[in-house]
T-cell receptor, first 114, second 113 residues
Framework: GAVVSQHPSWVICKSGTSVKIECRSLDFQATTMFWYRQFPKQSLMLMATSNEGSKATYEQGVEKDKFLINHASLTLSTLTVTSAHPEDSSFYIC??????????FGQGTRLTVV | GDSVTQMEGPVTLSEEAFLTINCTYTATGYPSLFWYVQYPGEGLQLLLKATKADDKGSNKGFEATYRKETTSFHLEKGSVQVSDSAVYFCALSDRDSGYALNFGKGTSLLVTP
């Protein structure tokens, strides 16, 4: 079946540096990707919608300058956490929608900022 | 806007006990409903889904029925196993949200031998 591959699965970075997370659709084209964030023992919150060839749409309260989203091709969307700080430590998950059928999820990326 | 409410956990059950995790939703349209499971340290896996009223989703012994009249999608399993220990998320999606999933807060289940 269709697969969404997310990389890296975990990353530790120093405060002030930037981290890029990649999300690839392996055998299908995804014009839209969703990026979610999950704090420990909490639910997934939609951060932004990534649209191929256009600007991403951010949810209220999400800083677009901190969380840069690029969807340069139909198979790749990236999320870059810029100038990361410890409060950005979280689990980030991408997904490609399947209409009424739900979504294909990436494996998730656990970011720890030290 | 759309929202999903599911029972708070954690839920602790003995092996072979009956499981119910309640989930209710509010939506302006006609959403699809899902249950996702997240095992420790892993991403989300689709457990089951229902796309219209009265549909029953089922998988691995779990079941949930889309009840439009009560706006509910309760998850049930007749006999849980230790391996079912995980966090369960109820979610919905619809066209109005561009099919982005709207998740409940999650219910942690611990099954003891």
């Amino acid at each position: 079946g269709a697969v969404v591959s997310q990389h890296p699965s975990w990353v530790i970075c120093k405060s002030g540096t930037s981290v890029k997370i990649e999300c690839r659709s392996l055998d299908f084209q995804a014009t839209t990707m969703f990026w979610y964030r999950q704090f420990p023992k909490q639910s997934l919150m939609l951060m932004a919608t990534s649209n191929e060839g256009s600007k991403a749409t951010y949810e209220q309260g999400v800083e677009k300058d901190k969380f840069l989203i690029n969807h340069a091709s139909l198979t790749l969307s990236t999320l870059t956490v810029t100038s990361a700080h410890p409060e950005d430590s979280s689990f980030y998950i991408c997904s490609a929608p399947r209409g009424w059928e739900g979504a294909f999820f990436g494996q998730g990326t656990r970011l720890t900022v030290v | 806007g759309d929202s999903v409410t599911q029972m708070e956990g954690p839920v602790t059950l003995s092996e072979e006990a009956f499981l119910t995790i309640n989930c209710t939703y509010t939506a302006t349209g006609y959403p699809s409903l899902f249950w996702y499971v997240q095992y420790p340290g892993e991403g989300l896996q689709l457990l089951l889904k229902a796309t219209k009223a009265d549909d029953k989703g089922s998988n691995k012994g779990f079941e949930a029925t889309y009840r439009k009249e009560t706006t509910s999608f309760h998850l049930e399993k007749g006999s849980v196993q230790v391996s079912d220990s995980a966090v369960y998320f109820c979610a919905l999606s619809d066209r109005d949200s561009g099919y982005a999933l709207n998740f409940g807060k999650g219910t942690s289940l611990l099954v003891t031998p």
